[in-house]
Each structure stands twice: as structure tokens, then as C-alpha cells.
Antibody
Framework: EVQLVESGGGLVQPGRSLRLSCAASGFTFADYAMHWVRQAPGKGLEWVSGMSWNSGSINYADSVKGRFTISRDNAKNFLYLQMNSLGAEDTALYYC?????????????????WGQGTLVAVSS | EIVLTQSPATLSLSPGERATLSCRASQSVINYLAWYQQKPGQAPRLLIYDASNRATGIPARFSGSGSGTDFTLTISSLEPEDFAIYYCQQRWNWPPSTFGQGTRLEIK
């Protein structure tokens, strides 16, 4: 059974940093592109960032480019999101998501399995 | 950026009825469109990808259709557990990807 468990969220002041983690199990993590998708309170979904299986292809939404960094550790089955210069607009539930197909490139951009999310609140 | 517009914003129906949800893209996305279901307090669940392919374990009452700019998610006979928010998502110019604003399907 595919399981994705996010952690690392919390309350942080504007301008500060936070690192999110996603522990993956139940599938061959190293074979799949992985993504972060967020959802502001009461709002819709926004793709944030994605990384190919071998870290060779990394992409970001314009809203986070230059501030967020995605990474992964295939030996430990973990996905990460380093978030710097946080602002109120980054307040959201952050989901880790597995791409639908294994293989190279940036994945298919189809989010097959999702974790339950970790909440990031940016406020002074 | 490709904008997805979902309609209606809210759909009120009774169990057993047929639900038809629409998603319109601001430009053609060919068939690179997916549908997700989200229940309160839960993560989204992939229902349909590439316009008409059901994801693993999704019941046959869910079906998707359309191409180009106009897409439809149909639930043939609503079950109580189907009342939720539904989002469409396009991946034509992946990356990035964009989502629609959602349609809330509520019990009448």
C-alpha cells in the first residue's frame, strides 16, 4: 500500500524558513517523480514543485521560484521542500504526491497518490 | 497560463441521480485533463486522467469525456460517499500544471 506521510509544518514568522519532509513507503520511491501541491485554507489546489526520479529534472511554480528548493533522498525514501523567505501567501496545507508513472523526465504531472498534508502557517 | 473554469460552482443532487460536472480550458489541452475528488479533511483522490481513463480502484460510475477545451465528469448514479468537491487539472504545458477552482457536489 502506497503511503506518503508529510511532516515539518508549523507556525512561522514572515521571512523565516521551514523544511518539510515526506516519508514514502509501499512503492519503489526511486522510480517515480514526486511533487508538492498546496492548498490554502478554504481554497483550491496549487502545484508547487516537482522532481524527477533521479533529481535530474526540477521544476517550480512561479510563485515559489527562487524561494523554495525541492530535494529527495532515494536511499531513505524521503522527499523534502526547503521553504525560505516565507510570506502570508504561503500559508497552506502542503501535500506530497506521487506521479502516476515511473520513468524519466519530470513525470506525467498526474498526481496518483497523496499524503494527508502538513500545515504551514505564516504569521507574526 | 492555462485557466480552467469549472461549472457549476455548486451542484445539489440526491443519491441515485446523475451528476454532470464541467471543466472548460482557456486554450486546448488536447486530452491532458484529470479529475480529483476531495472530501472534507481528506487529501484529493485521483479519479480520471487523460480525460477518460479511470484511476486504479475508481468505481465504474465515474466517467470522463471531452477533448480540446471542454471536458465533463459524469457520475452515473450518486452514492452517499460521492458528495465532495471535484477539481479538474490540466497538464498540457507540463510543467507547470493548473487546477480549476472546484465544483462542490452537495446533497439536495
Amino acid at each position: 500500500e502506497v503511503q506518503l506521510v508529510e511532516s515539518g509544518g508549523g507556525l512561522v514568522q514572515p521571512g523565516r524558513s521551514l523544511r518539510l519532509s515526506c516519508a514514502a513507503s509501499g512503492f519503489t520511491f526511486a522510480d517515480y517523480a514526486m511533487h508538492w501541491v498546496r492548498q490554502a485554507p478554504g481554497k483550491g489546489l496549487e502545484w508547487v514543485s516537482g522532481m524527477s526520479w533521479n533529481s535530474g529534472s526540477i521544476n517550480y511554480a512561479d510563485s515559489v521560484k527562487g524561494r523554495f528548493t525541492i530535494s529527495r533522498d532515494n536511499a531513505k525514501n524521503f522527499l523534502y521542500l526547503q521553504m525560505n523567505s516565507l510570506g502570508a501567501e504561503d500559508t497552506a496545507l502542503y501535500y506530497c504526491a506521487k506521479d502516476i508513472r515511473s520513468g524519466g523526465g519530470s513525470g506525467q504531472g498526474i498526481f496518483h497518490y497523496w499524503g494527508q498534508g502538513t500545515l504551514v502557517a505564516v504569521s507574526s | 497560463e492555462i485557466v480552467l473554469t469549472q461549472s457549476p460552482a455548486t451542484l445539489s443532487l440526491s443519491p441515485g441521480e446523475r451528476a454532470t460536472l464541467s471543466c472548460r480550458a482557456s486554450q486546448s489541452v488536447i486530452n491532458y485533463l484529470a479529475w480529483y475528488q476531495q472530501k472534507p479533511g481528506q487529501a484529493p483522490r485521483l479519479l480520471i486522467y487523460d480525460a477518460s481513463n479511470r484511476a486504479t480502484g475508481i468505481p465504474a460510475r465515474f466517467s470522463g469525456s471531452g477533448s480540446g477545451t471542454d471536458f465533463t465528469l459524469t457520475i452515473s448514479s450518486l452514492e452517499p460517499e460521492d458528495f465532495a468537491i471535484y477539481y479538474c487539472q490540466q497538464r498540457w504545458n507540463w510543467p507547470p500544471s493548473t487546477f480549476g477552482q472546484g465544483t462542490r457536489l452537495e446533497i439536495k
